[in-house]
């Protein structure tokens, strides 16, 4: 049973058993689940001399070619070393369909390495992976301050830079939701310094954005742009990572009041440009044509009925906190059905 809990995956990554040739990555963490996907793939196939090469499979491969992964698992590279093969699950890429490659007599001649969302322990991709004597399923969890000062240390020494304790200790405290994110704002931060010594407090205050902020607007913009998939995948991922179900709730809240007083203005005769130019606080830059777009074809009459949920919604979480992710969950669905209805209809 090769089952690598969250705390042990850094060090098993740093040297895997040369005997593994299948690795599942799953996790609440889907940053941190693509990067660790990723620099397996790439250690594992330059063990060789000359290296293999990775190779990407997904569904719309498989739709053309449906044998098109296990070919590959089983294909000998003729020129070059072994190959790795990264996957997504999916309706294709599931426990049934590898299983003929994981239980087989042999190895495969290439590397596989599947990339999953958080799986529970009875889940049947999970147990395959777990079951494997040549098989490794590695659990990917938001980062703690731990990792996060590991990561920290690992790309500001890269950059040629230092850190003061203060300042690493805030930008800590800025990260942790998503570990791509994290690692974007500790490159960004880095750049900014370029040029200095040692990256200061009000270096990280410049620059570097809340994390777990960043990822809770992106569920709210997407139920406000009606897609109730992404909006309550990203709330569970969220939730799952240790964000309160009641800071979603109120980030909704507060992304329809800004919607509300955006759409009013254009009521009264203002242009988007005018009204965006004079939000406070400012819309981040990122989410800015989003938000434009969100300002346009939503009505006040609909804004108005969807902040009236959002309240009730609030109250009956703060009167529930045992229920309080199932009413987000339910909430960011009435917000994407709205959305769908038509924002701009009475």
């Avoid at 939730?239 to 009641?246: E, K, L, R, V």
Wanted: hydrophobic share 45%; proline share 4%.
């Amino acid at each position: 049973m090769v089952a690598i809990k969250a705390h042990q995956a850094a060090a098993f990554l740093k040297s895997p058993d040369a005997k593994l040739s299948s690795f599942l990555f799953y996790g609440a963490d889907p940053g941190m689940v693509s990067e660790r996907a990723r620099l397996l793939a790439k250690s594992l196939v330059a063990r060789d001399d000359p290296p293999g090469e990775i190779i990407r499979i997904g569904d719309s491969d498989l739709e053309q070619d449906p044998d098109r992964l296990i070919i590959e698992l089983q294909t000998m590279p003729m020129f070059g070393g072994r190959q790795a093969v990264r996957v997504a699950a999916s309706r294709r890429i599931t426990a049934l369909a590898l299983k003929p490659v994981i239980e087989g007599n042999t190895p495969p001649a290439s590397f596989l390495i599947v990339e999953a969302a958080n799986l529970k322990p009875t889940d049947a991709l999970r147990k395959l992976f777990e079951k494997s004597p040549s098989s490794a399923a590695i659990a990917c969890f938001a980062d703690n301050a731990r990792d996060l000062g590991g990561l920290i240390d690992d790309i500001v020494r890269a950059a040629g830079l230092d850190i003061t304790r203060d300042a690493r200790t805030l930008l800590i405290s800025k990260l942790g939701a998503d570990h791509a994110l994290s690692r974007g704002e500790i490159e960004k931060l880095t750049l900014y310094a370029l040029g200095t010594k040692t990256i200061e407090v009000a270096d990280v205050d410049a620059v570097v954005g809340d994390a777990s902020e960043l990822a809770t607007d992106r569920i709210i913009l997407a139920a406000a742009a009606g897609n109730s998939a992404m909006a309550v995948r990203e709330c569970d991922r969220s939730i799952a990572s240790g964000t309160s179900a009641q800071l979603i709730i109120l980030s909704a809240l507060r992304h329809f009041q800004r919607l509300h007083k955006a759409r009013t203005a254009m009521d009264a005769g203002r242009s988007i440009d005018d009204v965006m130019r004079s939000m406070r606080p400012p819309i981040h830059f990122k989410q800015k044509d989003a938000f434009t777009a969100q300002a346009r074809s939503w009505s006040a009459a609909k804004l108005t009925q969807a902040l009236t949920r959002i309240n009730e919604i609030s109250k009956a979480a703060r009167l529930s906190a045992a229920l309080e992710a199932i009413l987000a969950e339910r909430l960011l669905l009435e917000l994407a059905r709205l959305a769908k209805a038509g924002g701009r209809g009475q």
